[in-house]
C-alpha cells in the first residue's frame, strides 16, 4: 500500500542521547515535512523539504536536524534529547511543496526522560 | 512564513446541528487552501479543499468557502454525527520567497458533537 512510513513507533530515550527518526514515502512526492503535536498546541513544523537535496527550517527547528539525500527519506535528529522534545512527530509528504494534498504517517511518540 | 489563525479552539455541538470553524490567512499570494480531520492516536487526513478560483466546494455534509478580499476561509459541516467528532486543522503554505512550500497549521479546532 502506497504511503508514508515512520519509524519507530514510540520510543523512551534518556536525556542526552541521539535518536533519529525514520520517515520514508513511496509516492514519490518531491516535498517532506517534519511536525510535532504537544498536547493542546497543534501541529508545528520542525523542518521542511521541497525537494530532495534541499532543507528548510520551520517554526521550531533548535534542538533538530534533516537531511533529504533522496525523494523517499527525511530522517528527523535530536543530537541530544531533552524532556521538552518529548512529544508526538508526525511526518507528511506532498506532491508539490504546501500546494496539494498532505498525506501524514502514523505518528512516532517519543518520550525523553 | 504564513501566518495561521484559526477559531475557535473548541466547538460543542448537538447531533444535527451545523458546525463553522474559520481560518484566515496573511499572505494575500495564497492559492490552496485545505482542511484536515485528525482523529485519536492517528495523522491528519485531508477532508476537502480549494483552490483560489473558486468560492465555495461541497462534498456531502461538508464544504469549504473562501473570502480572498478579507483573507479567510471556512469549515461547514451540516447535519452533524457523533463521528464527526475530531480535531480540525486548517493550513497555509507559504507562497513565495524564503516562505516557499513552508506548509504551517492552524491551531486546531476540538469538535464534540452531543449525540
Known amino acids: 500500500i502506497a504511503g508514508i512510513t515512520q519509524a519507530p513507533t514510540s520510543q523512551i530515550l534518556a536525556a542526552g542521547r541521539r535518536m533519529t527518526l525514520r520517515c520514508t514515502q513511496d509516492m514519490r512526492h518531491n516535498a517532506m515535512y517534519w511536525y510535532r503535536q504537544d498536547l493542546g498546541l497543534g501541529l508545528r513544523l520542525i523542518h521542511y523539504?521541497?525537494?530532495?537535496?534541499?532543507?528548510g527550517k520551520g517554526e521550531v527547528p533548535d534542538g533538530y536536524s534533516v537531511s533529504r539525500a533522496n525523494t523517499d527519506d527525511f530522517p528527523l535528529t535530536l543530537a541530544s534529547a531533552v524532556p521538552s522534545q518529548t512529544s508526538v512527530y508526525f511526518c507528511a509528504s506532498t506532491e508539490r511543496p504546501g500546494r496539494t494534498e498532505a498525506f501524514f504517517g502514523q505518528g512516532t511518540r517519543l518520550t525523553v526522560v | 512564513g504564513e501566518n495561521v489563525e484559526q477559531h475557535p479552539s473548541t466547538l460543542s455541538v448537538q447531533e444535527g446541528d451545523s458546525a463553522v470553524i474559520k481560518c484566515t490567512y496573511s499572505?494575500?499570494?495564497?492559492?490552496?487552501f485545505p482542511w484536515y480531520k485528525q482523529e485519536l492516536g492517528k495523522g491528519p487526513q485531508l477532508i476537502i479543499d480549494?483552490?483560489?478560483?473558486?468560492g465555495e466546494k461541497k462534498d456531502q455534509r461538508i464544504a469549504v468557502t473562501l473570502n480572498k478580499t478579507a483573507k479567510h476561509f471556512s469549515l461547514h459541516i451540516t447535519e452533524t454525527q457523533p463521528e464527526d467528532s475530531a480535531v480540525y486543522f486548517c493550513?497555509?503554505?507559504?507562497?513565495?520567497?524564503?516562505?516557499?512550500?513552508?506548509?504551517?497549521f492552524g491551531q486546531g479546532t476540538i469538535l464534540t458533537v452531543h449525540p
Open positions: 480549494i483552490r483560489s478560483n473558486v
Open positions: 499572505d494575500s499570494a495564497s492559492n490552496y
Open positions: 523539504s521541497n525537494t530532495a537535496g534541499t532543507t
Open positions: 493550513a497555509g503554505p507559504g507562497a513565495g520567497g524564503t516562505s516557499y512550500g513552508k506548509l504551517t
